[in-house]
Nanobody
Framework: QVRLVESGGGLVQAGGSLRLSCAASGRTFNGAAMGWFRQAPGKEREFVATINWNGGTTDYAGSVTGRFSISRDNAKNTVYLQMNSLKPEDTAVYYC?????????????????RGQGTQVTVSS
């Protein structure tokens, strides 16, 4: 069974940091574009960050540029999201997704596989 499992979420004060992980299993994701998305209460799910198959290309939503960093370890079949200088508006459920067509992934509906999410709560 192919799965994406997120971890590393939690409660943090504004200005703090968290590192999310997304572990893939059931097949190799070395050739996949990977992405992080988030959904805050009462809001639409939105794109956060994406990385291409070898980590050579990344892109970010404007709201997180300069604070978040996406990376991957293909040997571990895992993608990470380092989140620094967190703000209360970053509070959301964070999801990872994989896409085997295209270089990057910007749309949740384009994903081949999707995780179940991990909660991030930033207190003021």
């Amino acid at each position: 069974q192919v799965r994406l499992v997120e971890s590393g979420g939690g409660l943090v004060q504004a200005g703090g940091s968290l590192r999310l992980s997304c572990a893939a299993s059931g097949r190799t994701f070395n050739g996949a574009a990977m992405g992080w998305f988030r959904q805050a209460p009462g809001k639409e799910r939105e794109f956060v960050a994406t990385i291409n198959w070898n980590g050579g290309t990344t892109d970010y939503a404007g709201s997180v540029t300069g604070r978040f960093s996406i990376s991957r370890d293909n040997a571990k079949n895992t993608v990470y999201l380092q989140m620094n200088s967190l703000k209360p508006e970053d509070t959301a459920v964070y999801y990872c997704a994989a896409r085997f067509t295209g270089n990057l992934i910007y749309y949740w509906d384009a994903a081949s596989y999707r995780g179940q999410g991990t909660q991030v709560t930033v207190s003021s």
